[in-house]
């Protein structure tokens, strides 16, 4: 577990540059139309050596090293990016949310992260 936390630590700029963390898209559906409402936004680590390497691994390392708001910036502009794709090919877009954490607000100004992403997509 401790050499789990270790190589996300020390992978994770790595991981982000090479694209082996991505953004997961879970389905939010409405219980009683079963009509599909929007989505969420998740993340995934694909390790070419390690293979999969769980969420539950890597978002308490990322916490607890200070480090989460690297891995939240990321999928914010990565979401903004597909989402940005989508409209100029003319799919349809569904809203999507993504979860922050609260040491966001405090290692990084989340606000302007967001507002940087938002401008790609308009």
């Known amino acids: 577990m401790i050499d789990d936390q270790y ?39 694909i390790d070419p050596e390690r293979g999969f390497i769980s969420p539950a691994v890597f978002i308490p390392a ?26 100029d090919n003319k799919i349809e877009m569904i809203p999507v949310s993504f979860n922050l954490s ?6 990084t100004d989340i606000e302007k992260v967001m507002e940087i992403a938002w401008l790609m997509i308009y």
């Open 62 to 87: 990322l916490e607890n090293s200070q480090l989460i708001h690297k891995l939240d910036s990321y999928i914010i502009k990565e979401v903004c990016k597909i989402y940005r794709f989508n409209i």
């Open 102 to 107: 609260k040491l966001d607000f405090i290692l």
């Open 7 to 45: 190589f996300v630590v020390n992978h994770l700029d790595e991981a982000l540059e090479k694209g082996y963390i991505k953004p997961y898209f879970q389905p939010v559906v409405r219980a009683v139309s079963g009509d599909l409402c929007g989505m969420e936004a998740l993340c995934r680590w």
